[in-house]
């Protein structure tokens, strides 16, 4: 059974920044495009960074030149470096194995951790 566990999340000043961490219970991550995604109430989850093994990454307009994503295959971990955060940001952050660089389900596999909060708040 693979299990995704998010961290980092927190509250944070507008402008200030957060590091979010996803790991992998097993090797599967290494192997696999992974995915930051996000939920504000009410709106539809949203894909904000994904990076392929093969390093090849992707952002959402609204975020690029402000977050960066990476990945450690050896320690079965991704990141979501977040600067300059806005308001707009406030979600929960949910990472994924098993989509696409551009998020489209694969219709193979699929999993998703539980989440992190982020709240950015003056």
């Known amino acids: 059974q693979v299990q995704l566990v998010e961290s980092g999340g927190g509250l944070v000043q507008p402008g200030g920044s957060l590091r979010l961490s996803c790991a992998a219970s097993?090797?599967?991550?290494?192997?696999?495009?992974v995915g930051w995604y996000r939920q504000a109430p009410g709106q539809q989850r949203e894909l904000v960074a994904a990076i392929a093994n093969g390093g090849s990454t992707n952002y959402v307009d609204s975020v690029k030149g402000r977050f960066t994503i990476s990945r450690d295959n050896a320690k079965n971990t991704v990141y979501l470096q977040m600067n300059s955060l806005k308001p707009e940001d406030t979600a929960v952050y949910y990472c994924n194995i098993g989509r696409t660089l551009y998020g489209s389900s694969r219709g193979v596999y699929e999993y998703w951790g539980q989440g992190t909060q982020v709240t950015v708040s003056s």
């Open positions: 097993t090797s599967i991550l290494s192997t696999n495009t």
